[in-house]
């Protein structure tokens, strides 16, 4: 079945500094590949997506960018600030509805001031 | 967008009980998800409810242990039967909703469940 793996945290970075959290995934066909945040005490919240080969999806400075031939969807972000403090996951989509989700195993991220 | 209400946001239960969890949609759906979020860990699709018709289970997960309900398109209710400590989870709502020309996840807060 579909699968996806993401780097273990925490993460932990000083302010201003370059994030990468690495996701990499196993499906069959062309499937959506979608970053979810989800902060302290907060629900679960999109952050970005792509549904096919080559699109960067890109959101509050954050970018990803699916690739097929690697089939990774790595995250990043030039210069992070304290409030990026939260748990990062990596998800997909076996149609482009973004439903039926399997996710990664979330990636918490730390940035001290 | 879709704004979800999941009731409770919490609970703390005995072992043996059942716990049923609403979520409520401030629109139409036709398809509503249910997810486990286990403590430390990523979510998992529990089941894939349908208006008008039973819930599809995925691996793992079997209707006597977590009965769902879809009166309509706006409701559901996931039980939780026979609660152990393993149970202990994030219970998750979820719909497809339409952001501009993409159809994309959102989720509940959350009922965050203890078994003791």
């Known amino acids: 079945g579909d699968s996806v793996t993401q780097m273990e945290g925490p993460v932990t970075l000083s302010e201003e500094a370059f994030l990468t959290i690495n996701c990499t995934y196993t499906?069959?066909?062309?499937?959506?590949l979608f970053w979810y945040v989800q902060y302290p005490g907060e629900g679960l919240q999109l952050l970005l997506k792509?549904?096919?080969?080559?699109d960067k999806g890109s959101n509050k400075g954050f970018e990803a960018t699916y690739r097929k031939e690697t089939t990774s969807f790595h995250l990043e972000k030039g210069s992070v600030q304290v409030s990026d403090s939260a748990v990062y996951f990596c998800a997909l989509s076996p149609n482009n509805a973004g439903n039926m989700l399997t996710f990664g195993g979330g990636t918490r991220l730390m940035v001290k001031p | 967008s879709a704004v979800i209400s999941q009731k409770p946001s919490r609970d703390i239960c005995q072992r043996g009980t059942s716990l049923t969890i609403q979520c409520q949609v401030d629109s139409q759906v036709t398809m509503m998800f249910w997810y486990r979020q286990q403590p430390g860990q990523s979510l998992t699709l529990i089941a894939t409810?349908?208006?008008?018709?039973?819930?599809?289970?995925e691996s793992g997960f079997v209707i006597d242990k977590f009965p769902i309900s879809r009166p309509n398109l706006t409701f559901s209710t996931l039980t939780v039967s026979n609660m152990s400590p393993e149970d202990s989870s994030i219970y998750l709502c979820?719909?497809?909703?339409?952001?501009?020309?993409?159809?994309?996840?959102?989720f509940g807060q959350g009922t965050r469940l203890t078994v003791v």
């Open positions: 499906a069959t066909g062309y499937p959506s």
């Open positions: 792509a549904t096919k080969a080559d």
């Open positions: 409810a349908n208006q008008g018709s039973e819930a599809t289970y």
């Open positions: 979820s719909v497809a909703g339409q952001t501009g020309a993409f159809t994309e996840a959102f």
